[in-house]
C-alpha cells in the first residue's frame, strides 16, 4: 500500500480537482466563497487586490467540522459531505497551486505559503478575532 499525499495527488489529476482541468483564480475563489455560503447563514465577501484574491465572511466557515486546527485544510483532502457526495473542501486545492496563501481567523493568522505583504496583513486583520478569510495568488498562463 503506497500513501498518496494529497497536494502531489492534487497536482497530478488537475481534471479531478480544478473547474474543467483549468487553473482560474476566480474560479478557485467561487470554490472557495460557495464553501462559506454553503455553511453559513450570513454573507460572504469576495475582493481582489492586485494579484490577491481574497474571500471573507463574519462566520469561519473552517470551525464546523471536527478538524482541530484550520491548517489542516490546507494539508489533506477533507470530506465536505455538506456539499454532496464525493466533495471536499477546496482549501487543499488551494495550497497545491497557488504560491501566496494565508489565512486568517480563529484569533491567528496562518501563513500557508510564499509572503504576505503589511498592506494585505492590515486588511485581511479585521478577521483575525471573528470570520475567516482566506487569500491567495496565483500563476496563470496568460
Known amino acids: 500500500m503506497q500513501i498518496v499525499d494529497s497536494i502531489e495527488n492534487i497536482r497530478r489529476r488537475p481534471d479531478m480537482f480544478l473547474p474543467f482541468g483549468q ?38 466557515w473552517l470551525s464546523t467540522n471536527s478538524i482541530t486546527h484550520p491548517i489542516q485544510y490546507f494539508q489533506s483532502t477533507v470530506p465536505f459531505p455538506q456539499a454532496g457526495q464525493n466533495s471536499h473542501f477546496g482549501e487543499i486545492v488551494l495550497a497545491a497551486y497557488c504560491p501566496n496563501l494565508v489565512t486568517v481567523g480563529a484569533g491567528e493568522f496562518l501563513l500557508i505559503r510564499g509572503a504576505v505583504s503589511q498592506d494585505l496583513m492590515q486588511f485581511l486583520d479585521g478577521y483575525r478575532a471573528a470570520g475567516r478569510a482566506v487569500a491567495f495568488s496565483i500563476i496563470q498562463d496568460k
Open 23 to 60: 487553473l482560474s483564480a476566480a474560479s478557485l475563489l467561487s470554490c472557495i466563497a460557495t464553501e462559506a455560503l454553503i455553511l453559513a447563514e450570513t454573507s460572504v465577501r469576495c475582493e481582489r487586490r492586485g494579484d490577491w484574491w481574497i474571500a471573507m465572511s463574519e462566520f469561519d
